[in-house]
């Protein structure tokens, strides 16, 4: 009917006195894939919820199929064939597949009103005297009646054919999988998946409900370099179909690889879009960010050389009894950002932890100077004066408090110093607040951190760039010598990103040694001296970041061994050695 | 066929809830007292219902029955006496609900504390000064009950158990040992000598609550000013010493303290300890003012208590503020019951449920603004009288003008009904033209007016006016609903001979779409005996223009 599946016109959407979207235009075609690209809180998933259903919009239009609809819920948009993978995926960890897209599936809907039209226009009630048009009547009366029972009967049929579980639905979802040219296993359960596997599933389960409109929130946060490849190839195929894609993203190289066009969002506005052959990585930060941005990652050399942590045959258990960490063994030196690679959840958790002294030690030792700080607890860590900072991957379940304020969160490590004249810390009770606040802005200030206030506001009411500027400006205060940080640029947008690398890089000039864990390879490569690449807890090579490629790390994150891919430099190292 | 149905059915909605950014603090207060004032008028309904002026009985609830009272002083000691234990227990519970540690064990701990302090008074005797012997009372109490406190988070922090359903079971043991020392089994410790019965006996005078007379009669019962200060002290301990740091942060993320270097058992332990210890220390005063033992010496505070920390928000000056308030309703409402026979005294209860309800619920106005959207009803109005439009420029099914079709038959049945002496030929003429017509307009639309509904909705009307104005003269002096039953009749029959005319202007097209709607709804609105008139006034004149 109309050339556009989507089309949302002056959307403005408000929470409070924030403005999320202010008149939103927006507009997909079918079989085309639009990219949506904004920094963080600048309204991108506001906008796609509202499309979902989740919110409505204050002011506006949403058309689909350039018919007006009003979206009430994610039922009426599902209704409508619209699909949302959200970046956090909303599926059942203890079902299986098949049951987590059974869960969601509803009955034909019987249209009785539809039915009784037609029964209208079969018996016609024009140009009848009365005794004929009582007659018509009656027969109409008596076919409708029918009609009732048999869609009570069909209600009764449908809800005992859905309500029970048989074993037939693993063969349909694998068949309907199968023709969406998916590999998905639907008796496998969820919390036995992949991440990749997991967003496989969400997708066949939106298009099993009949989506051709198909909304991705961030999708590639959580995949490796060839995941991601294999998700853009899904994308590509249902475009073919003419399913209309939106896809929310920060990252640039994939916008510009997989999106015919780009709508930009910039503080809940609409700045523009660009068809993608006409844009590249510059023009896009530019609009996102409204001014010119250096998009280069320094990686200067420095002169220190000073090995400040030394983790030797370190072996680390998780919940379940299996290694985590796997006799990994590494030096980290003073001025170095050493990187950490590996698909999620292959012990970089585990690795971060046991080295702040928050998770057991199974064997090895983690060498700080000439003590071994390995299955010490953290405040005896902080107690023997190691000045090292854990950055935690959760920010607010880990790193703060999230129902307490900036400058309360100053002090959590902090509090239980001493003040002024007391000697000994026990023997002051009260927490200075005083100092905790004096702290708190010169973060906010040095950091640009924005918030209208440092002790009335909750961090967690803060963005996620925000959270992190005061988790990291925290953890810098204290001076450290070494910082771990996990995930530190994770849901940040591109600004954020490159603030938190110059901080990075700013404390490595001054001799600290950054343990990096990363997600985002090309960052790494830029950033990082050396990369230590982890597969399954155990370290598949430490590589130089002049020395390889995405490819490289990609495979080696997959379990390729360092020795297979370097054989040629692996020989003619020997041969000059031997 | 989905996205058709939901552009008819779904509009945007009335009411439309979304969050506020920052309660203001006296708008906030303001919805609270609003909830309460709302609650008891809720309940002057339920109270006069009994034929019992509710402002006389409000009037005695709030004063507590010192209006008038020559006992005035002894209602007010009284209530102070139940005021004590709430506020303290209370304190203690908030103190381990801002840990997110769910300690509804208030009525066992203040079990225990009491037995204790009651066992302990009564083995000291008169070997104690009185001062020494509350302060012990007080001590032993609190520490009994802390390490009955103390149990449960053991328990929770070694295997990880559930403290709501630990400290639940362990009220009803309490509660059974209380019980079990009101019978004669051998050691009698607690009951009375002189007595056949299993009573509890009078503890010794020395345990008894100091107080400080001088206000005429009434004496200050000491323990109120022993929880106020306290009351202070759990502020300062909760707001600005590192302990009550280390609360807040364990009650936020237990992950957090730990990556604080905070020993988050130890916080935990010595938490939950404290609470109880506040709950058991408040039962030796009860005990101490009440000079006995009973079955019902908590008087429900470990329930009541977690009311009150809720609605105070686990904030000690909130914490006053809430028991006082609940206090008063109890306190006051036993003693209004006391002089209105009718009302039952468990209504302090109820009361209080609908107080808690109501304002528990007006946080849902502190949290989110409700926007009402005034525009819906014209939009609805509109909607209504659309959809024939919008069906057919929409669809052009010949079946799909039902709804239209069935209010003009509806209409018919309503005069076939209520017009028996009007003729059946006449009816049927009507009928016809009814039938006939919105097959027709439809048509027309269809073929060449793809306009918007709202554009033919707004000239409609004038046309109506005018187009009528000339043709319905002699009905002008009828009443007003004749008036537009003539119209009706009128617009009916006109539209019947331009279709079969088939010469017509767009502007005539437009008003055939929306007037059958208009005239047909007006019909069923309006009186049957009009209806009636004026259905056989149109006859007539179709009659006569024919």
Redesign the interface.
Known sequence: MSEFAVQLKNITK?????VANNKVDLNVRKGEILALLGENGSGKTTLMNMLSGIY?P?KGQIF??G??????SPE?AK??GIGMIHQHFKLIEKFTAADNIWLGIEDE?F?LK?K???V??LYP???L??AALRKQKMRRLSVKTKLCFSALNYKIVNYFRTAFLNGSRFDKVNKVAHDFGFDLDSRKKVCDMAVSEKQTLEIVKVLYYGANILVLDEPTAVLTVQEIEKLFSILRKMKEKGCAIIIITHKLNEVLEISDRVTVLRKGENVGTIVTKDADEQLLTELMVGEKVDLKIECEKTDFDETLLKVQNLTVQNSEGTNAIDDVSFELRSGEILGVAGISGCGQKELCESI?G?CPVKSGSIMYGNENIAGK???D??NMGISMS?I?E?R?????????NVA?NM???T??NAKGFMPKSFLY???D?KNAKALANKVVEELEVSTPDVDKIPVRRLSGGNVQKVLLGREIEGNPRVIITAYPVRGLDINSSYCIYDILNREKRKGTGVLFVGEDLDVMLALCDRILVLCHGKVMGIVKHNQSTKEDLGLMMTGTGYDEIYKDEVKEEAVTNG | ????D??KK????LI?I?????ANKWFSIGIYVGAIVIALLIGAVLIASVKVDPFAFYQKMLTIGTIGNKFAYKNIENFIASFVPLLLTSLGLSLSFKMRFWNIGGEGQFIIGAITSAALAIAIDDALSPILMIIVMALGGGIAAGIYGLFTAVLKVKFGTNETLMTLMLNYIALYLLKYFQTRHGTDFFLNPNSARPIFNLLPENSWMITIGGIGRFSLNISLIFALVFTVFIYIYLN??????EI??VG??K??A??????VSKVILRTMFFSAFIIGMASAFHVSTTNTLSESITNDVGWTGIVVAWLARLNPIGVVIASLLISILQFGCVQACATYSAVDSNVADLLQGIILFIVLASDFFIRY?VNIDLSYFRRRKEQKAAPAFAEATAVSE???D?TS?NEVQAVICDANAESSDVT?AAV?EIK?EA??QPEKSETVITADLPHSDTESEANAPAEEEKQDSDVIESTEKTDDSEKSEAEKSDTLKKTAKKTSTAKKTVSAKKETVAKPKQTTKKVSGSSAKAKTGGAKKAVKTAKEDK
């Open positions: 408000t929470f409070g006195s924030v409505r204050d689909i199929d018919t007006k609809v009003y979206i009430d009426d209704k409508l809907p249209d539809d009784f039209r037609h209208d226009s009630c024009e140009n005297d009365k702040a928050l607890h953290p405040l860590i902080i854990f935690p959760d607010l379940g880990m790193g703060l408090a999230g129902s307490m309360d002090i959590l490590k509090y239980r009770p009260f927490v607040r | 066929m989905a996205e058709k939901l552009t779904k509009q945007a909605p439309r979304t969050k506020r950014a920052h600005k010493t590192k302990h009550g740091y807040c942060v936020d993320s992950r957090t730990q990556y604080a270097g905070m020993n603004k010949p079946t799909s039902v079709d059946a049927e016809t039938f006939e």
